[in-house]
């Protein structure tokens, strides 16, 4: 345990509240420079570079929309510093998550697989103690763990409870976060009611330590002492899962909200954390803005660790936005199967192999990333568990060109596949629907008329993967 960690297990319960004061969003001269609209090229591998496996920092937020940065067009968020990630290296345009919401999404980075083979990935998401992901299931931190790495998961988890799933039974050598899919950001109650801050297995009681600073503030301190930490020389992989900006709609220095918030938990009515009769543009910008500040104090802890250049930083939504987020020109939004609830801000940097300043419109999921890092990490899958993804390393690294392939995606009641420029969905009314993304990203000129034999193609081969998936339990 680092000299860190052990201080800020000792703190008593009301003990590190500097109480809320907001933390200031300055931004400095690099900042004010990262606004500047990106000046991008189109992709291009670096063949010849040679580096040694790097860290990996894989960066989540939660239910940002694919819009929400200024880098992909916000006109009133400001994203100073994902902004720079981007232009200092890849930005993708068409990335997708591997569902529609938080958990599934989860499982399929975890296992690089589609949600619908694990049982626990059915659930959409995970709401009780019931499902979550098998220990005995490889994962992305157990096959890198086992090839060398050190393993961290800093954040949500959302892929099942105690007693019988979390992080370190998965492969993960530490874990400090929650386990639920939301929590209030200061007194850390959850949907249940329950406090729901670890560290490893074990919950932070009463009489060892509570943090009531705003969530977020912790866990940027959590990954920046990770990141800056000397690890002998062993390559990681560190997992920051954000709960921001999803619900409750509660900004650092909103201790008032927060409090009517926790006393609607305590008085037991279902769904307080929801915050429905709450929040707004404004204060979901806040949120999204101090999201991007956070990330920056993380980045800049990894540049004084002189690891910057070794070290492959990902960013990405676990899934799209929710009511307050900006996704123009995609429709739908979280748990849509439309644009809006898949299509997700997408950066990767890694200085040692990868040029900034670069764009790619290659469609990409979840599970593509989970392959990539396997294969850049030097893992191999397990053969017992064949993976969804596909490895974008020789496209990322060699130049060599993505072969056209199928994303799939399903949930309850509603159905989507994406070929090329194509995409087959069918929502809850049950109507066949048939959409080219390059003219009509907003989904709103059905061609399924024009084109029904692509459109039987596409749905055949929907139908086809979906046999072979876990049927979902009855409701």
């Known amino acids: 345990m680092s000299s860190y960690e052990s201080k800020l297990s000792r703190r ?16 400095s001269a690099a900042d004010a420079q990262a606004q500047v609209p990106l000046r991008e090229r189109p992709f291009k591998a670096t063949p010849h570079r040679r580096a040694k496996r790097p860290n990996i920092l894989f960066i989540l937020g939660d239910d940002l929309g694919w819009a929400d940065l200024s880098s992909y067009g916000a006109p009133h968020i400001k994203t100073p510093n994902l902004d720079r990630l981007a232009r200092q290296g890849v930005r993708f345009t068409d990335a997708y998550s591997g569902s529609a919401t938080c958990s599934p999404t989860r499982f399929s980075l975890y296992t690089g697989r589609l949600p619908g083979r694990t049982k626990g990935g059915l659930a959409e998401p995970i709401a009780d103690k019931s499902v979550g992901l098998e220990p ?13 790495y050190a393993t961290a998961l800093i954040g949500k988890w ?12 998965s492969g993960w050598d530490e874990f400090f976060g929650n386990f639920g899919g939301a929590l209030e950001y200061y007194s850390k109650l959850g949907l249940g009611g329950e406090y729901d801050l670890y560290e490893g297995d074990v919950r932070e009681g009463d009489a060892e330590y509570k943090d009531l600073r705003y969530y977020t503030r912790i866990l940027t301190e959590r990954a920046s002492e990770y990141v800056q930490r000397d690890h002998g020389g062993q390559p990681w992989l560190l997992n920051l899962n954000f709960t921001t900006p999803h619900w409750p709609w509660i900004a650092e220095g909103d201790e008032e909200e927060s409090a009517e918030i926790v006393r609607r938990i305590k008085a037991g009515q279902k769904g307080a954390l929801w915050h429905q009769d709450g929040g707004s543009v404004e204060k979901y910008t806040e949120m999204v803005q101090d999201l991007d500040h956070s990330i920056g104090e993380v980045l800049r ?27 123009w020109p995609l429709s739908g939004n979280k748990s849509s199967l439309k644009e809006g609830g898949i299509r997700v801000p997408t950066i990767v940097r890694w200085p040692a192999r990868l040029d900034g300043g670069q764009v790619s419109h290659e469609p990409v999921f979840t599970p593509d990333w989970t392959a990539t890092l396997l294969e850049i990490g030097g893992a191999r899958p397990h053969p017992a568990y064949r993976l969804d993804g596909t490895s974008l390393a020789p496209y990322l690294l060699k ?19 994406r070929r090329g420029d194509w995409k087959y969905y069918r929502g809850k009314g049950g109507q066949d629907q048939l959409f080219n993304l390059a003219e009509d990203r907003r989904e709103q000129a059905d061609r399924a008329v024009d084109e029904p034999k692509l459109l039987g193609e596409l749905k055949a081969s929907w139908e086809k993967t979906d046999k072979e998936l876990l049927p979902y339990p009855a409701q």
């Open 301 to 327: 802890a990894l540049k004084k660790s002189g690891q910057e250049r070794d070290t492959l930083v990902f960013f990405a939504s676990d899934n799209g936005g929710e009511r307050f987020s900006y996704n």
């Open 399 to 417: 130049g060599e060109r993505l072969a056209e392939r199928e994303l799939f995606w399903r949930v309850r009641g509603e159905r989507a596949l």
């Open 158 to 169: 959302h892929c099942g409870y105690l007693p019988d799933y979390s992080p370190t039974k």
């Open 136 to 148: 005995t299931h490889p994962t992305l931190a157990s096959l890198l763990r086992d090839a060398g």
């Open 12 to 27: 008593a319960f009301g003990g590190a509240v500097a109480a809320g004061a907001t933390a200031a969003i300055d931004l």
